[in-house]
């Protein structure tokens, strides 16, 4: 697919590029929506209008993970960083506290929200080594008593991403998979909560997706306030107040195209092919580029690298700008370059990176 006069191909980390066909969908039809006079951004989220938008998003999410009755699918608001806070005040107590493995910075975030309460724990850390690697399960120390183990499946920020499901021992497994959600099939069903603020891959900011077990969301302890209690979100079929409904509309034409594509097999086939391409540049530049991931826990949707000084670093992001390949700076905290390539990044984008990476080594290794 060629490049849309006037747009870039965009590799920033969230907000995050957007598939260019559902962008000209939600364009056409936002004056009137659906024959109904009105944008989708003025109707009552009780009409009935809305009520169909709502429940198609819900079932395509649930369809694409392969979930049945079980679980919900829920529409919260606050981004995943507000999940940090309701996951232990929702679920952790004392006696028995949140289990935590920490494999990058909101990984790290999300324990340091249950530590703030005093209900959390850790399980597995690669910090001291620099965060190159997810914990592989031999690392895992389970605690049996905990209330939940939770993972953060792709860390946006070192480029690492989980490829097991990790074994709890029965003990609920949680998952934040912001910046991986609806990427690559997962076995699911071993999970009892997942969310995910859909910035990244799925729509744009403003609605945080969970998905999670009905008898789990049941759970929240009635001394909290409504709106931080996820058996609100359960009951009210998140109406409980208003809904970002404009967000909520996009994640549904987001799910619909994937579903469209083929689903989540197809979507991971031409993610690997894409991660392939800039690992592979990496791979044979004779150490000019330096992967900060270790190869088993190499992330598909964001691929992090170092140059040999931060000049050419510098130099590097300018010139890939120039060729409109954009928003490859790294995060500061690891520095370099960071390139992701979500679900909406067209293989034609990742060939044209790959292709100036080797390019701008030959002119300045
Ligand atoms: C971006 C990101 C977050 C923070 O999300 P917000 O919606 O901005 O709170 C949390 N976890 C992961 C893995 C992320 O990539």
């Avoid at 590799?11 to 056409?28: H, I, R, S």
């Avoid at 099939?185 to 910035?199: C, L, R, S, W």
């Avoid at 954009?326 to 992701?340: F, L, P, Q």
């Avoid at 067209?346 to 030959?362: C, H, I, N, S, T």
Wanted: charged share 25%; glycine share 8%; aromatic share 12%.
């Amino acid at each position: 697919m060629p490049l849309e006069a006037d747009r870039v191909y965009n590799f920033n980390p969230g907000p995050g590029t957007m598939p260019v066909d559902v962008l000209k969908e939600v364009q056409a039809e936002f004056l009137n929506f659906n024959g109904s006079g009105e944008s989708i951004v003025e109707i009552s989220h009780r009409a009935p209008q809305y009520a169909a938008v709502h429940a198609q998003a819900k079932a395509d999410i649930k369809e694409l993970m392969g979930l049945g009755d079980d679980y919900e699918v829920l529409f919260m608001t606050g981004g995943a960083s507000t999940q940090f806070a309701l996951l232990p005040l929702n679920f952790a107590t004392k006696e028995h506290p949140g289990s935590y493995v920490l494999s990058g910075s909101f990984a790290e975030k999300c324990y340091k929200e249950g530590q703030h309460l005093g209900l959390a724990e850790i399980v597995a850390s690669s910090k001291e080594t620099g965060y190159h690697h997810v914990p592989q399960q031999d690392e895992l120390k389970i605690d049996p008593n905990a209330a939940y183990v939770h993972v953060c499946y792709n860390n946006t920020i070192y480029g690492t991403e989980y490829h097991y499901v990790p074994d709890t021992k029965g003990v609920p497994l949680f998952a934040d998979m912001s910046s991986d959600m609806l990427s690559r099939p997962v076995d699911f069903k071993k999970f009892d909560f997942i969310y995910a603020g859909v910035q990244k891959n799925l729509g744009p900011a403003g609605v945080t997706l969970v998905i999670a077990k009905k008898a789990l969301l049941e759970k929240s302890p009635e001394s909290l306030p409504t709106m931080f209690r996820y058996n609100t979100f359960l009951k009210k079929d998140s109406l409980y107040n208003t809904p970002p409904a404009f967000c909520i509309y996009f994640v549904g034409k987001v799910a619909a195209w994937l579903r469209k594509q083929g689903g989540l097999k197809v979507m991971a086939e031409r993610n690997q092919k894409k991660a392939a391409l800039l690992y592979a540049a990496i791979d044979n530049s004779n150490g000019f580029y330096r992967g900060h991931a270790d190869k088993e826990s190499r992330s598909f949707m964001n691929v992090t690298f170092r140059l040999p000084s931060e000049e050419l670093e510098k130099k590097f992001v300018a010139e890939a700008a120039e060729q409109k390949l954009c928003g490859v700076k790294g995060h500061r905290s690891v520095g370099g370059m960071r390139a992701s390539i979500y679900n909406a990044m067209p293989y034609e984008g990742v060939e044209l990176l790959a292709d100036f990476m080797e390019k701008f080594r030959k002119a300045n290794a």
